[in-house]
Every structure is written in C-alpha cells, then in structure tokens.
C-alpha cells in the first residue's frame, strides 16, 4: 500500500523557482504529471525505484529536474525558469515495481496517485 502526499505549490512569477514534495513509500517508480483546464493530464517527469534514471518531458528538459530520497520517503520536482504555460495542477504518481532502473510516462501505468498541488505563473 503506498500513500501520496504533495505539497509546495504555488504562485510564482514567470522566470522563477519552485520545489515539488511527495511523501511516499515503498518500492515504487514515481512520475510527476500535470493538467491544464481543458488539456488532458501530460506527463512531465519520472524516475525509477533507485532514482538513478530518469526521463523528462521536452517541454521541461533543462529546467526541471525529479529526484527522490529514499531515507526520508520523499520525490521532488525542482521546477526552474518557469513559464506561464507551466501553470496546472500537478500530480505524483506511484507504481509498484520490482525494477531497480526503469521510468514510466504512461498515466495508465501508474497505480496510486496524489491529491494535486496548485502551480499558477504569473507572466
């Protein structure tokens, strides 16, 4: 059983920073996706179980970067020169996994999800 807490949204304004926690346990791979009003739910990071790979999307490569603490149960998104179109809930996901080294950027393959955090860029 796996347990999602997020936190650290905000408003912010164009150019600036923010840092995404998720509180979770468990041998998971863990994504990070985001939905617009009127846009369908959009995969914007991932990261395996070991955290030592990770996939991105084109949208955010170079500007945000997932990593996880496994001690302290916790993913973060480091979300930097952020744009307006950046504004959506976001939400992290985790899968249930017996892979040390794999991501996964399907919505569909992710079992347990958390409650959204609230992200709005002021342009």
């Known amino acids: 059983q796996v347990q999602l807490v997020e936190s650290g949204g905000g408003l912010v304004q164009a150019g600036g920073s923010l840092r995404l926690s998720c509180a979770a346990s468990?041998?998971?791979?863990m994504g990070w996706f985001r939905q617009a009003p009127g846009k369908e739910r959009e995969f914007v990071a991932a990261i395996s179980w070991s955290g030592g790979m990770t996939s991105y999307a084109d949208s955010v490569k170079g500007r945000f970067t997932m990593f996880r603490d496994n001690a302290k149960n916790t993913v973060y998104l480091q979300m930097n020169r952020l744009k307006a179109e950046d504004t959506a809930v976001y939400y992290c996901?985790?899968?249930?996994?017996?892979?040390?080294?794999?991501?996964?950027?399907?919505?569909?393959?992710?079992?347990?999800w958390g409650q959204g955090t609230q992200v709005t860029v002021s342009s």
């Open positions: 996901a985790a899968k249930m996994t017996t892979a040390l080294a794999l991501t996964h950027i399907r919505p569909r393959e992710y079992d347990y």
């Open positions: 468990g041998r998971t791979a």
